[in-house]
């Protein structure tokens, strides 16, 4: 085999086994397809998360969003829902900002969390605050974007704060997964 001829065939190895999902470090993230919360109206939502070592990262991509009032924000939030402890994942962006003033408008984040923010129901303190994050059981690791009048990051801050959370009915929620 001449020499041109093995490194083409290399080149063509080396993509095949980069394109590769398993090989390519994709393996561990799961694939996210959010349904629309009560303030939803008809968004869309996608994004891809991991949870390992003790952190939560991913993204979330979404579209057709509701125009919101000046003070409110889409923010997203992981949580167990076995024993209610929740990371902050951070605020959605849409057009560079994270005000979403035009209708149907799209919305991004990259979101990378290493440690529980809050214990939900939201007065509570929860044994694991501040500490790392690790999957619960399957179906009982949640996203869920709220649309919140405030973001600091260590307490959620609904419209219209649920009565129970997690689970059950979320009054303020934009996009919801489950996984």
Known sequence: MRTMDRVVSLLVFGL????SPALAGDKDKTNLKFTTGVLGGHAQGHGRVQIENGAVSGKILSKDLPALPTGQFYVAWYTNTENGNAAFLGALVSHD?????EEESEGALRFSAGAYTVHLPFAETGS???????PASPGHNQIVVLVERLINGRTPAPINPP???PPGPVESAALVVNF
């Open 97 to 101: 900002s994270i005000l979403f003033t």
């Open 163 to 165: 009565a129970s959370f």
């Open 128 to 134: 694991l605050v501040d500490q790392p994050i690790y």
């Open 16 to 19: 095949l086994i980069a394109g």
